[in-house]
């Protein structure tokens, strides 16, 4: 009897443990059967899944007898769900082929470099902000693009003006007037039109934003000698999109955004309009405001016409109404007339139109046409001075693509006309301008090996001031193995000079003498950087990535405002250099829902005139990100940051100290609808609290450099809709 129910009692221990299955998977691209490191496989209703390693493969493991349905995703690609009977039939590995997602896709299609391909095949190393992230960013700053930038290894925002917010991007540590700030791939934010343009940028209607560190004048002209970043707009399709966002501050800020988009059969369109508002606000109590009081209004609308399947072309209207006021926050609050009060106004109007044609000759070869016209007026306001002036600039651009099995060609032809027009001064002090460049490039991508790209570039202007620049460049990508990729590359680039740098909008233009083209060289760069990126799974469940690059760029030439007699200013060129050398790195590592983002900076800026070394200003030489995401798709989002800035040296020869900004983002969401709230400085971080921000009296204050925040700890929330 006793054998009888032990037999029994094994037999069914026996089909207990058979009853617990494993199913083993290898996860690939449909297209080139590439493994997709990273992606998972789940069992629906349960929380039982793996992610797949170098390989792409996963397993399963106590999968009970029955039907189970099991659902393999990867970001990009469509999801796909298998029902399996377990046990199987065979323990053999299956294979499954995840096809691309054509919509996600696009936002990895890099437009900054004119090529078509993906972000993991372009020589050139491009960094490009999409999809969720650009997302998470966007709940943030609502209202504008400086902490999505800001946020961003080697890129650093610097507030140029105490009270009005005003600010400038800099890239590995060099001068905002070194960055060249593109809309689609046409320069709209240039010169006069730069100020204040990072604060007018709304982000809902971006589909990404594309960086590109170092020289890349072979691409875009003249301007971009540190970089450049790309602002690309969302584009119809036939899903209807129309988004809605409204925001509100603790500091009183409101934004409201709306953004519809639609592909119909011959025709689509994009129309995107925001309201932003400013209420003075004085979070340290010394009498000026911190956040100005402003009113902007947005609007711009675009029309896409297809002709046929191999002609389209495209017209759309940028605008942008502004009315800024900072200072006193007496005066502005009507307590106090101007006579005894300091304040800063700043009165801006925008218009830019924007068109191009596109036409597939067939399948390898496309010819492009674009056009942009831009139109900028601004008048700046502070006790005792005026300065307004108007920009009117334009750009076009033919250009033919060619692509083949191995090598893709780009060639093209661009017209740059830009001036400015200051208003009410005499032609002898006025600062206007009136340049005309006529460009010539030609690029070549060539996919040498399996594992060799090679992208090589020259480009030929032709500047009615400054004569004739030959801007070569090249780029490699080297992919070592299926984890492990390097790039190399290095070019030239070169900045015709103009009075419209930070340096002057510091003081708002006042007693800046113009420039003489005819004892005025343009400044000229070279750079190079290398970096390398690895990507391996640990374990099942979690991937791990690293990125390091080091750059190093040289300015000849640097022009410098320096101070002269009677109170004016003037551009010079000492003898010498500025150069920047440094490291980025970039970890990511990722366990289930959550994903841990770290970002190190050095940037080693330096300037050498007359056979000296000094340290370049406001440049923190180390600086840190992380980041703490926990995400459940489409349900739940919980964001963690936290910024280190080290000692940078300012302007008066003083070192502001180091410090630290922490931030907490929270979002829900539903189908249609979210809610966010974000707690941004939480711990309150503001240089009025450990530094000052002027001297002399508060009627006619002197500014010191701003390297800090200070604003402090603001809270913002609101709902997004999705109709």
């Known amino acids: 009897m006793k054998k009888i129910i032990l037999s029994i009692l094994t037999t069914l221990l026996i089909t207990s443990v058979w009853a617990q299955n494993n199913l083993k998977a290898t996860i690939k691209d449909s297209e080139n059967n590439e493994p997709l490191v990273g992606a998972t496989a789940i069992i629906q209703g349960t929380t039982n899944g793996a992610t797949a390693d170098v390989n792409g493969q996963v397993e399963i493991k106590n999968i009970p007898n029955g039907r189970q349905i099991i659902e393999f995703r990867y970001t990009g690609y469509e999801p796909r769900i298998d029902t399996l009977l377990f046990p199987?039939?065979?323990?053999?590995?299956?294979?499954?082929?995840l096809i691309a997602n054509s919509e996600e896709m696009e936002e990895v299609i890099i437009t900054a470099t004119r090529s078509s391909r993906t972000i993991a095949d372009i020589p050139t190393r491009v960094e490009a902000i999409s999809g969720e992230e650009l997302t998470e960013k966007g709940n943030m700053k609502p209202g504008d693009i400086r902490m999505m930038l800001n946020e961003s290894t080697g890129i650093q925002t610097q507030q140029t003006s105490a009270t009005s917010y005003n600010s400038s991007i800099r890239i590995q540590g060099l001068d905002g007037k070194y960055t060249q700030i593109l809309r689609?791939?046409?320069?709209?934010?240039?010169?006069?039109?730069g100020g204040l343009g990072l604060l007018q940028i709304?982000?809902?209607?971006?589909?990404?934003?594309?960086?590109?560190?170092?020289?890349?004048?072979?691409l875009y002209g003249g301007g971009a000698i540190a970089g450049l970043v790309n602002l690309v707009s969302k584009t119809p399709s036939e899903n209807r999109e129309l988004n809605f966002m409204l925001n509100g501050t603790s500091a009183l800020g409101l934004d409201a955004s709306g953004f519809y988009s639609q592909k119909f059969k011959k025709v689509g369109t994009t129309i995107f309009a925001s309201y932003n508002h400013g209420t003075p606000y004085d979070p340290a109590n010394i009498g000026l405001t911190a956040i100005p009081k402003f009113d902007r209004y947005?609007?711009?609308?675009k029309l896409f016409v297809y002709l046929n399947e191999n002609t389209s072309f495209n017209i759309g209207l940028n605008t942008t109404f502004e009315k800024r006021i900072g200072g006193d926050l007496k005066?502005?609050?009507?307590?106090?007339?101007?006579?005894?009060?300091?304040?800063?106004?700043?009165?801006?109007?925008?218009?830019s139109t924007q068109s191009g044609i596109?036409?597939?000759?067939?399948?390898?070869?496309?010819?492009?046409?674009k056009n942009s016209i831009s139109y900028y007026d601004r008048k700046i306001k502070i006790p005792t001075y005026n300065f307004s002036g108007v920009q009117l600039s334009s750009f076009s651009e033919a250009s033919y693509n060619q692509r083949g099995t191995k090598a893709e060609w780009i060639a093209g032809l661009n017209l740059l006309?830009?001036?400015?027009?200051?208003?009410n001064v005499s032609p002898a002090q006025a600062v206007d301008y009136n340049y005309t460049t006529v460009g010539l490039f030609l690029q070549n991508t060539w996919s040498v090996t399996s594992k060799l790209t090679l992208e090589t570039g020259l480009r030929g202007d032709y500047q009615n001031k400054y004569g004739f620049f030959a801007l070569p460049r090249v780029s490699a990508l080297l992919k070592i193995n299926s984890k492990l990729t390097a790039r190399l590359g290095g070019g030239l680039g070169y900045k015709i000079p103009t009075v419209f740098t930070e340096d002057a909008e510091k003081i708002q233009f006042k007693n800046v003498l113009p420039i003489d083209p005819s004892v005025t060289n343009a400044e000229k760069s070279t750079g190079g950087n290398i970096d390398f990126n690895y990507k391996t799974a640990i374990y099942d469940q979690i991937t791990f990535s690293i990125n390091t690059l080091f750059f190093y760029t040289r300015i000849d030439n640097p022009l410098i405002l320096t101070p002269i007699a009677n109170g004016f200013y003037q551009y010079q060129q000492p003898k010498g250099l500025i150069d920047t050398r440094g490291i980025e790195t970039n970890i990511k590592l990722t366990y289930n829902d959550f994903k841990l983002f770290v970002g190190y900076t050095l940037a080693d800026v330096n300037q050498h005139y007359n056979g000296n070394k000094t340290t370049f200003p406001l440049v923190a030489r180390y600086r840190l990100n992380n980041v703490l995401l926990y995400e459940i798709e489409d349900k739940l989002k919980i964001g963690l940051e936290a910024y280190y800035f080290s000692e940078q040296k300012l302007n008066d020869g003083a070192t502001g100290k180091s410090y630290w900004i922490y931030g907490l983002m929270i979002?829900?969401?539903?189908?249609?609808?979210?809610?966010?709230?974000?707690?941004?400085?939480?711990?309150?971080?503001?240089?009025?609290?450990?530094?000052?921000?002027?001297?002399?009296?508060?009627?006619?204050?002197?500014?010191?450099?701003?390297?800090?925040?200070?604003d402090g700890f603001v809270v913002n929330g609101g709902i997004k809709i999705k109709l």
């Open 88 to 97: 199987l039939e065979s323990i053999e590995p299956i294979e499954i082929l």
């Open 184 to 193: 689609d791939g046409l320069p709209l934010y240039s010169g006069f039109s």
């Open 202 to 218: 709304v982000p809902l209607d971006l589909r990404q934003v594309e960086v590109i560190k170092g020289a890349s004048s072979t």
């Open 298 to 301: 947005t609007l711009n609308p």
């Open 331 to 351: 005066y502005i609050e009507g307590k106090l007339n101007s006579s005894n009060s300091y304040f800063e106004e700043n009165n801006t109007i925008r218009f």
């Open 358 to 369: 596109d036409h597939k000759i067939d399948n390898n070869r496309k010819l492009n046409f």
């Open 417 to 423: 006309t830009d001036q400015f027009k200051q208003n």
């Open 667 to 710: 979002e829900k969401l539903w189908e249609k609808f979210s809610l966010f709230i974000n707690f941004e400085n939480f711990t309150d971080t503001r240089q009025t609290r450990f530094d000052t921000i002027y001297t002399g009296s508060i009627t006619s204050p002197t500014f010191r450099d701003i390297y800090a925040p200070v």
